[in-house]
């Protein structure tokens, strides 16, 4: 059964996000994509990065069977594992000890802002235990600048945002760091993408 879902967002920004991943991927290891959604970011870097190996999670069953039939249409099922059922807020993870072994870096893509700023605590708080230093978490989204919005657009955004439930919005770049820094991450790039969107690179180091 084909339960592909399709996500407009993920195939406009998927370039720019692979420019960037080019830039701070090693060659082997696994990523761990944290609310991997539809699946088809990961079935793209899997392809565009094959050496890597792309682990992609998601609490939503609806979007797990969409990421394993993306796998299956892209014919990746040898090289990209299923799926984990990781819910951000539920710790600690469970995340298999091979991954643990190898892990470079962890990526979230447009997920803190619609989910409750504990999930963002939540997400540098385990990044925080499973990644040593020089490993990297990477978020990918529209972000607050000293509590200002950069755009009209983006802040009609946010609105209807916390139209949907008032414990979403877009998150303010300060305050998301602040909890970087409380769990062993450094800020090490602010990367300004198109449609008014951020990639954040953040580092772990040695407290």
Same mark, same amino acid.
């Given at each position: 059964?084909?339960?592909?879902?399709?996500?407009?967002?993920?195939?406009?920004?998927?370039?720019?996000?692979?420019?960037?991943?080019?830039?701070?991927?090693?060659?082997?290891?696994?990523?761990?994509?944290?609310?991997?959604?539809?699946?088809?970011?990961?079935?793209?870097?899997?392809?565009?990065?094959?050496?890597?190996?792309?682990?992609?999670?998601?609490?939503?069953?609806?979007?797990?069977?969409?990421?394993?039939?993306?796998?299956?249409?892209?014919?990746?099922?040898?090289? $990209?594992?299923?799926?984990?059922?990781?819910?951000?807020?539920?710790?600690?993870?469970?995340?298999?000890?091979?991954?643990?072994?190898?892990?470079?870096?962890?990526?979230?893509?447009? $997920?803190?802002?619609?989910?409750?700023?504990?999930?963002?605590?939540?997400?540098?708080?385990?990044?925080?235990?499973?990644?040593?230093?020089?490993?990297?978490?990477?978020?990918?989204?529209?972000?607050?600048?000293?509590?200002?919005?950069?755009?009209?657009?983006?802040?009609?955004?946010?609105?209807?945002?916390? $139209?949907?439930?008032?414990?979403?919005?877009?998150?303010?770049?300060?305050?998301?760091?602040?909890?970087?820094?409380?769990?062993?991450?450094?800020?090490?790039?602010?990367?300004?993408?198109?449609?008014?969107?951020?990639?954040?690179?953040?580092?772990?180091?040695?407290?």
């Amino acid at each position: 059964m084909d339960n592909r879902l399709f996500f407009p967002a993920t195939e406009r920004n998927r370039k720019s996000i692979g420019e960037v991943l080019s830039r701070i991927l090693v060659k082997k290891g696994f990523i761990l994509e944290i609310g991997s959604g539809s699946g088809e970011h990961g079935v793209a870097f899997q392809k565009s990065f094959p050496e890597i190996i792309w682990q992609s999670s998601d609490p939503e069953l609806i979007h797990r069977k969409s990421i394993s039939s993306w796998i299956n249409h892209e014919e990746l099922s040898l090289k $990209m594992p299923q799926p984990l059922d990781i819910d951000v807020e539920k710790t600690p993870w469970n995340v298999p000890s091979d991954i643990l072994l190898s892990i470079q870096g962890i990526i979230s893509i447009n $997920m803190i802002h619609i989910a409750s700023w504990d999930c963002t605590k939540s997400l540098f708080i385990e990044a925080g235990k499973l990644l040593n230093d020089g490993k990297f978490l990477m978020l990918y989204g529209p972000f607050k600048i000293n509590n200002k919005h950069i755009s009209q657009s983006n802040k009609l955004f946010d609105s209807s945002l916390k $139209m949907q439930n008032k414990f979403w919005g877009v998150r303010d770049l300060i305050e998301v760091s602040e909890e970087a820094t409380k769990n062993g991450f450094i800020k090490d790039e602010v990367i300004r993408m198109p449609a008014n969107n951020f990639t954040i690179i953040y580092r772990k180091f040695s407290s």
